[in-house]
């Protein structure tokens, strides 16, 4: 799969984009237009990410019914992800893998390192 990713300055609406579900459906961010949606981009190769797992899905058993969750995972194999979803819980609907040979090379990975240096987070 590849998904091009657009950016957006504060106070702007997120680009929208189309892919496929880990059930195989698809999905378009712009059905979710309305809704209040909370994007985490994550792997299970991540440490910081999985130090956070925890808290993700408490807050999406906390407010399923407020908010929609939408989680990338960027992985070298689907197989990965599909091993962390089952150890950690993830029920909710709109996961998407990516899938890449050069993991932190991709675009995922230098944005999420530079929001991270940005904003000085420690974990």
């Known amino acids: 799969m590849y998904i ?10 997120t680009p929208d984009f189309e892919a496929i579900l880990i059930d195989g459906t ?6 979710l237009r309305g809704d209040y949606v909370l994007f985490d981009f994550l792997g299970s ?22 908010i929609i969750v939408v989680t990338v995972a960027l992985e070298k194999h689907a197989k990965s992800w599909e091993k962390a ?9 709109h996961q998407i893998v ?6 932190m090379m991709s675009s995922i990975a230098r944005i ?6 940005k904003y000085r ?3």
């Open 4 to 13: 091009k990713y657009a950016t957006a300055e504060e106070g702007e609406p």
């Open 26 to 31: 698809p999905f378009k961010l712009s059905d």
């Open 45 to 66: 190769w991540c440490v910081p990410c999985l130090k956070g797992y925890p808290k993700l899905v408490a807050f999406h058993e906390k407010h399923s019914d407020k």
């Open 85 to 93: 979803i089952k150890k950690y819980g993830f029920l909710w609907k």
């Open 98 to 103: 990516d899938e890449n040979c050069f993991v």
């Open 112 to 117: 999420e390192c530079t929001v991270f240096q």
């Open 121 to 123: 987070l420690n974990f």
